[in-house]
């Protein structure tokens, strides 16, 4: 499932207001999260990723040199590991991914407390979900509001198969 071109435009958009949003990204070194739900398919994923990165890349001279953290979430588990750019491109990172059906999985407030604990420094937030519903089932909105404020709401960008959209989205539930 590579970018189409409108779900492209829409990405660099989105990465745009992130990048200028008051008190965010102001020069050197770029830290980015790209966080994945694991329900996505192995081959889909690894397309979809290198798709991301090389629009990244293509848009902005600052997506040069970026430090990249990986984040896979799944169920009742989230790991984390930064990782080169080119290994993810190439396909190479996810040689030992592997996609979990869909039970109870992990909810979307601890998917968001993890990002506000550990990846609070990246400046750029990418969540890939296949299912919208899924991000958006959200049992505790104040627990998701007290994680998304008051940084994580300007950074998260949100991507599904049928769209890209911010993720302040998600502090207003």
């Known amino acids: ?37 694991r329900t996505y398919e192995k081959a889909t994923v690894q397309e979809l990723c290198a798709d991301i990165i090389s629009s990244c890349k293509k848009q902005s001279e600052i997506f040069r040199n970026v430090r990249l953290n990986m984040v896979l979430w799944g169920a009742g588990e989230i790991r984390s590991e930064a ?9 190479t990172y996810f040689a030992d991914y592997s996609s979990e059906q869909e039970a109870d999985g992990m909810q979307t407030e601890a998917v968001m ?18 299912d919208r519903e899924r991000i958006c089932r959200i049992a505790q909105p104040e627990r998701v509001c007290a994680a998304m404020n008051p940084f994580l709401k300007h950074k998260l960008v949100l991507i599904y198969p049928d769209g890209i959209e911010s993720g302040a989205g998600l502090a207003m539930v």
């Open 1 to 37: 499932m590579p970018l189409t071109t409108v779900q492209n435009l829409q990405l660099h958009n989105q990465i745009e207001r992130v990048l200028h949003a008051p008190g965010n990204y102001r020069g050197g070194i770029l830290e980015m999260a790209l966080v994945i739900d």
């Open 83 to 91: 990782v080169a750019c080119a290994h993810v491109q190439m396909g």
């Open 113 to 130: 407390e993890y990002l506000r604990k550990f990846h609070a420094r990246s400046k750029l937030i990418l969540l890939l979900t296949p």
